[in-house]
């Protein structure tokens, strides 16, 4: 049969032709045709605000709180780290979807903003005098905390010291001593 917009006869000539029969007015096959709308198959797109509430879920609560709830509505691992990169899936990884990415992007900047804010806060705390009188041990630690801070704030900085060398070979001269002499007779 072409294929095509064919009427109803056509169409029941057809399934008999396939073994697909009617049995009380229901169809009773013994072949399965699934329409499949998209590459996909019969799995459904995973809506944008799905994936939005997902990837939060990841950045907020960790990534074991984001499984149970990609479990429960059966989205892949994978797909969870693609969304906490916005992107929406792992084939788009590297490009990522703009409106995903901007959501993402601001939990983040609303997570280290808090962080940010709760850090002054402790810094504020920490005072000469306390300092001055803490144990030798506890202001190691300090120190040692503030560093680790200040490497984490500032942009990283490149460790490679490219430096250009030029090396200049010269030919290497010989002593008049060291050539054979020939006398020529005039």
């Not at 029941?12 to 009773?28: C, D, F, M, P, Y």
């Not at 504020?124 to 560093?147: C, G, H, Q």
């Amino acid at each position: 049969m072409p294929l095509g917009i064919v009427n109803d006869d056509d169409f029941e000539r057809e399934l008999e032709i396939l073994g697909i029969k009617k049995v009380n007015g229901s169809e009773v096959p013994e072949t399965i045709i699934k329409d499949i709308n998209r590459g996909r198959g019969d799995q459904l797109e995973v809506p944008d605000s799905l994936r939005e509430v997902i990837a939060e879920d990841a950045l907020v609560n960790g990534r074991a709180s984001a499984q149970e709830l990609a479990e429960a509505v059966n989205i892949s691992d994978s797909s969870i780290s693609a969304y906490q990169k916005g992107a929406t899936s792992t084939a788009s990884y590297n490009e990522g979807d703009t409106n995903l990415k901007s959501k993402t992007d601001a939990i983040r900047n609303r997570i280290s903003s808090k962080a940010r804010g709760r850090l002054l806060m402790a810094m504020n705390t920490i005072t000469k005098d306390k300092l001055n009188t803490a144990k030798l041990r506890d202001v190691a630690a300090v120190a040692n905390a503030m560093s680790n801070i200040i490497k984490n704030l500032e942009p990283a900085v490149s460790e490679n010291n490219n430096q250009t060398n030029f090396i200049f070979y010269a030919p290497k001269s010989k002593a008049e001593e060291q050539f054979e002499v020939i006398n020529l007779k005039e």
